[in-house]
């Protein structure tokens, strides 16, 4: 039951360089999110999508996109990293609606990502 | 908008004595209240949540957590802590309006033998 998974686990970039991270659900869930966790900081959200082909801004979205590719995939890519995006990064579904602001999120496993 | 705070960075138990992480909110509307852990390099796991009815909910490992609308509180509770309790606790709201999950910075729990 693999639940949320997110690729890669690690990975290191050099500043103005870009990439994708990978995020798949297999629970049938209609929202998914991306966080980024910094240390003193708690999880802060970047995007979201409530529902296939929406997306939303979070709190911190600035340096960020994201694609939701389908109702399974939400990828977030970093255009040109810069080393304040060096951090770790969780994606994260639900079955939530706005209507149903009780629904769970559930958590991959996280991404560490430097950026020098 | 909505937030949440909690107060403490870490909080110390010896093992077998009561905890208590504290956490309070604020957010519009009827909030709806989670407890999640994490343990060192992975990912949260959700541990319990207040939607609606008896204030003290009851959730995984032991734990439970007591709402208390006039304080704006949402307090995590185990009676007797365990070594293995030690890690970071998360709280977190989402208000009636929204899908937004919004976190605390988090408390530190360490629990000494």
């Known amino acids: 039951n693999a639940g949320v998974t997110q690729t890669p686990k690690f990975q290191v970039l050099k500043t103005g360089q870009s990439m994708t991270l990978q995020c798949a659900q297999d629970m049938n869930h209609n929202s998914m999110y991306w966080y980024r966790q910094d240390p003193g900081m708690g999880l802060r959200l970047i995007y979201y999508s409530a529902s296939e082909g929406t997306t939303d801004k979070g709190e911190v979205p600035n340096g960020y996109n994201v694609s939701r590719l389908n109702k399974r995939e939400f990828s977030l890519r970093l255009e040109s990293a810069a080393p304040s995006q060096t951090s770790v990064y969780f994606c994260a579904s639900s079955v939530a609606t706005v209507t149903d602001s009780g629904n769970t999120i559930y958590f991959g496993e996280g991404s560490w990502l430097t950026v020098v | ?113």
């Open chain 2, 1 to 113: 908008a909505q937030s949440v705070a909690q107060p403490e960075d870490q909080v110390n138990v010896a093992e077998g004595n009561p905890l208590t992480v504290k956490c309070t909110y604020s957010v519009s509307g009827n909030p709806y209240l989670f407890w999640y852990v994490q343990y060192p390099n992975r990912g949260l796991q959700f541990l319990l949540k207040y939607i609606t009815g008896d204030n003290l909910v009851k959730g995984s490992y032991g734990f439970e957590a007591e709402f208390n609308k006039s304080q704006t509180s949402f307090h995590l509770k185990k009676p007797s802590a365990l070594v293995s309790d030690s890690a970071l606790y998360f709280c977190a709201v989402r208000g009636g309006d929204t899908d937004k999950l919004i976190f605390g910075t988090g408390t530190r729990l360490q629990v000494f033998p």
